[in-house]
């Protein structure tokens, strides 16, 4: 049997639905969440596999899914030549690794290649032992910012990809601090190994926060459990990629790139790598 409802009555339950809605509504968007669309693997990974044939090699890391490599080395394979490759994949190189000499007296042939392979940017991968010291880290960020002003002439930048040695304290600052605070951010970016800093100890979200938007490319290395710390495959060890990635975007990350150098079969290991990341969400 219905009965009217009187207006206090109608206006109570108005503001009820009301309130239940915009609860629900903020538990939906509380609960949302993304995932990676697009993965990149650094061939460094499969650096043996690249001695052997590259072809094969980028067909390979194709079928399995990646759309962006990092090279480390060309192989003996002239840069148009490998371009070619590269188009004939669906593949693109946001970056290659290179050395300190490349980005000097090599830097104009430096950057036509990475133009030719239609890259974004020229990672510096290593300092050597003798530059480790606090006056060697800014004559380095001197040599990013000469170089880095160069390359922006060109349409590239200049990143840096981080090992662990770079977190040694020096004084009051490390490394890493050096290079991230003297250099002008248009002519320095960040190719952070998540395995490199965590193995210094560092939280990852703690540099995220202090430099936002320096750190475009992102390297994904797993990590086991102490005392070996070893490296894994992506998902198979105590990283908390869902923390680390939904900080991602404050990071400036723009290239997400999958990496094992320990691997005893490291195609296996970049196929289980994707196919870990295609179904996290965070």
């Given amino acids: 049997m219905s009965r009217r409802i009187g207006r206090r009555e109608f206006i109570a339950a108005a503001a009820g639905a009301i309130a239940g809605l915009k609860a629900r509504t903020v538990l939906a968007q509380g609960a949302q969440s993304v995932s990676l669309d697009r993965f990149g693997v650094s061939l460094y990974t499969l650096r043996d596999m690249m001695k052997v044939s590259v072809p ?20 003996n394979t002239p840069v148009r030549v490998m371009r070619k490759l590269l188009d ?4 693109t190189s946001p970056s290659s690794h290179v050395t300190m ?6 830097l104009p042939k430096t950057l036509d290649e990475a133009n030719i392979l239609g890259q974004k940017y020229v990672t510096v991968a ?36 981080n090992h662990a040695y770079e977190f040694i304290p020096l004084g009051g600052k490390t490394g ?3 290079l991230l605070s003297e250099c002008d951010p248009r002519n320095l970016s960040m190719d952070v190994d998540i395995f490199w800093m965590r193995r210094a100890k560092q939280d990852p979200l703690a540099w995220f926060a202090k430099y936002p938007g320096r750190f475009h490319m992102l390297h994904l290395t ?30 400036g990350v723009r290239h997400f ?18 196919k870990y990341l295609r179904g996290l969400r965070f």
């Fill in 222 to 251: 797993d990590m086991g459990p102490p005392p070996k710390n070893e490296m894994r495959d992506v998902g198979k060890g105590t990283m908390n990629w869902r923390r680390i990635l939904s900080h991602s975007k404050a990071a």
């Fill in 126 to 161: 290593w300092i050597d032992g003798p530059e480790r010291t606090a006056q060697g880290y800014r004559r380095i960020a001197d040599r990013f910012n000469a170089a880095g002003l160069q390359a922006r002439g060109d349409g590239l930048q200049i990143a840096y990809y």
């Fill in 101 to 106: 000499s490349d980005i000097g007296m090599m």
């Fill in 56 to 75: 094969k090699t980028l067909a390979a890391v194709a079928a399995a899914g990646y759309r962006e490599v990092e090279f480390t080395g060309y192989f």
């Fill in 88 to 91: 004939d994949h669906g593949l």
């Fill in 176 to 178: 890493y601090e050096i």
């Fill in 257 to 274: 790139l999958v990496e094992q150098d320990e691997s005893k079969n490291p195609l296996a290991s970049t196929r289980s790598s994707i």
